[in-house]
């Protein structure tokens, strides 16, 4: 069975400092990964995604992450936070043969301070 | 292209209703999956339909159901609420071979 976790539930950082949210796996199959954005009362926005090739995926808004297969990670980092990503972020994993089936992480609230 | 359309938005219901929710697909989009998101559980995966047939289901009881339609439309069934059914649900749909899924903005769901 696939599962997602996500090291810390709340990260705060402050405006123009290192973004780092983690996001570690299982997966029995060669996953895919996605890591989704979530503000208040909408929907979920995908940032990125891994399925094969190349381990360095960039995304949207300056987000970018890395596939670890020998950590079984895909943490998520931004070099310099804005007030506008405090947002959720959430971490998810599919298989190749299943990709309308995402296992999510418990998500982590990001706090960009001033 | 329009994205991902659910409705209603916002639904206040009693327990022991029934309620259904709607999700239109971004055109051309074959595949809908549905899914629960509450506090306490997190996102939780409900059912995927694609084609009009249920490819996967989540591990809920049978009181979730669902259905696609041949314009690829498809609807969520609750039975019998329970308090616990209070949640954000989300539909993402994605086109045939594509492994990304697109989210609509979802249905609020308050049972009293």
């Known amino acids: 069975a696939q599962s997602v976790t996500q090291l810390g539930s709340h990260v705060s950082v402050s405006e123009g400092a290192l973004v780092l949210l983690r996001c570690n796996y299982s997966?029995?199959?060669?996953?895919?990964l996605f890591w989704y954005v979530q503000y208040p009362n909408q929907g979920l926005q995908l940032l990125l995604k891994?399925?094969?090739?190349?381990?360095l995926v960039k995304g949207i808004n300056g987000f970018e992450a890395e596939f670890k297969k020998s950590e079984t990670s895909f943490h998520l980092t931004k070099p310099s936070a804005h007030m506008s990503d405090a947002a959720e972020y959430f971490c998810a994993v599919s298989d190749s043969g299943n990709t309308g089936k995402l296992i999510f992480g418990q998500g982590t609230t990001l706090q960009v301070k001033p | 292209k329009a994205g991902v359309t659910q409705t209603p938005r916002y639904l206040i219901k009693t327990r022991g209703q029934q309620v259904t929710l709607s999700c239109s697909p971004i055109s051309g989009h074959r595949s809908v999956s549905w899914y629960q998101q509450t506090p306490g559980q997190g996102l939780q995966f409900l059912f995927e339909?694609?084609?009009?047939?249920?490819?996967n289901k989540g591990n809920f009881p049978g009181r979730f159901s669902g259905r696609q339609f041949s314009n690829s439309r498809s609807e969520m069934n609750v039975s019998t609420l329970e308090l616990g059914d209070s949640a954000l649900y989300l539909c993402a749909t994605r086109d045939r071979g594509v492994d990304t899924q697109y989210f609509g903005p979802g249905t609020r769901l308050t049972v009293l």
């Open positions: 339909y694609f084609s009009e047939t249920q490819r």
């Open positions: 891994y399925t094969t090739g190349a381990t």
């Open positions: 997966s029995s199959v060669p996953p895919y």
